[in-house]
Each structure stands twice: as structure tokens, then as C-alpha cells.
């Protein structure tokens, strides 16, 4: 059952008060934080399973007229605690601090890669190989896609069409959407399908129709997913900080960059509030900024 964000902030008080006997001031403090961000999120994520990342980063980029870069660090670590918090209660599948870092406050921008990183990080898979075959439609899928890792890793054999080139994804409170797939991404799909998948799933006891499976033919997790990212990225040569959402940011990034209109991402990324979205119309800016000072002779 969906537990709304009011009653977690008043249950995290209270925890606060009675079992870490905080100072009445240093309670306040907390309290007035907590609410803050609730006032923010109230319409966009009403209970606590709607809350992600980039919510959390428009959050952040919203106090920036108004706190100071010490005071939203403030307000980060007063929300990582609330939302650890939330997962050890058992009412929160994923904590979505876990994508927000400090040092990248004072960027006020989500990390993306660049084209030459997203193409080495495709490039790393070996293909010659049923594992390499998986992991290189994964990548090319989560790239084309702009899809969250959880939705990746949930896609079932059914919610691919390699005919019309579109994928159905289950997002937050299983709200479905649409997304185009790209033809490099439909044909390493299709080369997955046809030539590892069935292999792999040969060695499963039980199938539950998951697209991409382990080695001993389960669904992929969240956590399998992440450890082979981080394999490839090293493989890449990619040095920057990288997490599970780097890739979709990227995507949102290089359409915008490329002229893509804010509601067509929008839809695709599958963001409630258009203002989520927004934040990386700023990345697109720096881009122009950046291609005008490089080009123009009077920059």
C-alpha cells in the first residue's frame, strides 16, 4: 500500500525524537528541511515510491535562488537519512539519494557522457560470446530507450515489438508508456532473441518470460546489472563518475542537444511534471554556450 510522503517525514520524526534523541533545535531544523522538500514534491510525488533521482535533483536546483550551497548540503543529508530511513522500515524499494552527490551540487547538473563515451561503452561487450550477446543488447537498449534500470531489468519478451520498434515500459505505480527503440538497439535484440537468449534459459528450472536473463537463465536484477555497468565503463576507459542512470541521463541529453522538443523527452523518459525534465535543458544551454564560444569570432 502506498505510504504518502507526509506520514514518512512524521514517522522519521518521531524516530528522530524517541530512538536517536536528537536536540529539540537540531529536530526542528530537521523538521523544517523535511518540509520544505515535501512542499516541493507534494504534487509530483505525493507517496514515497514516486520520489527519484531527478526529482531530487530539481529539488535542489529549485532552493538555489534561496540556500546557499552549505544549506542545500544540509538539506541532501537530511534527505539521504530520511529515505535510508524508509528502506530499513521496508516502505521504499530504492533509496533515490543514491544518485545525487555532493561535489555535483555546485554543477547543478546530472552527469551525462559524452558521444565518444556512449560509443566505447557500447563497443565493450564482446559479441562473440551469449553473455556479451545480452550485455551489448542491454546497453544499446537502456541507451536508446532512456529507460530506468528497474524498468530495464523487468521488461518481459512480450513488451518488445522488433516489428514496429517500440518497447513498453512499467514505470513508477506500473504507469505504462511507449518508447521508440531504435534500429541498432531492435537488431542486437533480435541477435539476442535468436542466438543467446535460448541458450541461457535452457538452463533455468522455471521461466517467468524476463527479456534479459543471468547466466543461469533468471531475470536480470538491478544489482547484476550494475556490476557488469561498472565492468564495461572501466573497459571504455571512462573515468568520470558513472551510476546505473548515467546512460539515460546521456539520452536525455543528446536528444535535447540534438533539437528533440522538451515534451517528446518528456514522454519518453516517462516524467510526470515537465519541470523534472527541465533540468536538463541547462545541459542542452552549456552545449549551445559551449559551440558558441569554440565557433563564433567574436566570442
Not at 557522457?113 to 563497443?123: I, K, P, T
Not at 508508456?177 to 522455471?206: D, H, M
Not at 565492468?231 to 539520452?251: N, Q, V
Request: with cysteine.
Amino acid at each position: 500500500m502506498p505510504f504518502c510522503l507526509d506520514d514518512a517525514v512524521d514517522r522519521y520524526l518521531v524516530h528522530l525524537k524517541i530512538e536517536r534523541n536528537l536536540a529539540r533545535a537540531t529536530l526542528g531544523a530537521y523538521g523544517q528541511d523535511l518540509r520544505r522538500a515535501v512542499a516541493f514534491l507534494h504534487e509530483r510525488a505525493p507517496v514515497v515510491d514516486d520520489v527519484t533521482t531527478e526529482l531530487l535533483v530539481a529539488l535542489l536546483l529549485d532552493t538555489g535562488d534561496t540556500l546557499s550551497l552549505r544549506s542545500q548540503a544540509r538539506l541532501l543529508v537530511v534527505l539521504r537519512g530520511f529515505f535510508r530511513f524508509l528502506r530499513r522500515e521496508g516502505l521504499l524499494a530504492a533509496d533515490p539519494t543514491e544518485g545525487v552527490d555532493l561535489p555535483h551540487l555546485s554543477h547543478k547538473l546530472p552527469q551525462a557522457l559524452s558521444l565518444a563515451e556512449v560509443e566505447a561503452l557500447l563497443a565493450a561487450p564482446d559479441e562473440e560470446t551469449q553473455r556479451g550477446l545480452r550485455d551489448a543488447a542491454m546497453l544499446e537498449t537502456l541507451y536508446a530507450t532512456g529507460l530506468r534500470v528497474s524498468e530495464l531489468v523487468s521488461l518481459k519478451v512480450g513488451d518488445v515489438n522488433l516489428e514496429s520498434g517500440a518497447v513498453l515500459a512499467f514505470g513508477k505505480r506500473k504507469k505504462q508508456r511507449l518508447v521508440p527503440l531504435g534500429e541498432v538497439a531492435r537488431r542486437r535484440i533480435e541477435r539476442y532473441l535468436r542466438t543467446a537468449r535460448p541458450a541461457l534459459v535452457a538452463k533455468a528450472k522455471s521461466r517467468d518470460g524476463a527479456l534479459f536473463v543471468t547466466r543461469l537463465g533468471f531475470a536480470m536484477t538491478r544489482q547484476g546489472f550494475w556490476k557488469l555497468l561498472r565492468g564495461y565503463a572501466g573497459k571504455a576507459g571512462i573515468r568520470k563518475r558513472f551510476s546505473p542512470h548515467t546512460l539515460r541521463h546521456s539520452f536525455a541529453t543528446h536528444l535535447l542537444e540534438g533539437g528533440a522538443d522538451l515534451r517528446a523527452v518528456q514522454a519518453m523518459l516517462g516524467h510526470t511534471d515537465i519541470a523534472t525534465t527541465q533540468i536538463y535543458t541547462n545541459i542542452g544551454h552549456k552545449h549551445v554556450r559551449e559551440a558558441y564560444r569554440k565557433h563564433h569570432p567574436r566570442a
